[in-house]
Nanobody, 125 residues
Framework: QVQLLESGGGLVQAGGSLRLSCAASGRTFSSYTMGWFRQAPGKEREFVAAIRPSGSNIDYADSVKGRFTISRDNAKNTVYLQMNSLKPEDTAVYSC??????????????????WGQGTQVTVSS
């Protein structure tokens, strides 16, 4: 039902910045909980950040706290992930996820019903 499309990935030097975008279909974006996850080759999928529909409740993984910022623009049906001070260990495929219901554990990927295909982020040293 809900379609998500990520963009903004690419190659960046360590210490640089990227902004990822995730555009969602439908008219009910403002009611979705949105999350960002990432997965590097050979590693488990990792929680990055999430934001509640209101935008007031936000959670970050410890590894990105202070460097990444998640935000949303409900008028544009888009969630963003601003990534600053990027490190080589941030290299991964970044995917956005959405759920139209209530999520109790924002860090659990199984809580989300809809997923984008991901965008590659590569940080070189």
């Amino acid at each position: 039902q809900v379609q998500l499309l990520e963009s903004g990935g690419g190659l960046v030097q360590a210490g640089g910045s990227l902004r990822l975008s995730c555009a969602a279909s439908g008219r009910t974006f403002s009611s979705y909980t949105m999350g960002w996850f990432r997965q590097a080759p050979g590693k488990e999928r990792e929680f990055v950040a999430a934001i509640r529909p209101s935008g007031s409740n936000i959670d970050y993984a410890d590894s990105v706290k202070g460097r990444f910022t998640i935000s949303r623009d409900n008028a544009k049906n888009t969630v963003y992930l601003q990534m600053n001070s990027l490190k080589p260990e941030d290299t991964a495929v970044y995917s956005c996820a959405a759920d139209s219901g209530i999520i109790w554990n924002l860090r659990e990927h199984r809580q989300y019903d809809y997923w984008g295909q991901g965008t590659q982020v590569t940080v070189s040293s």
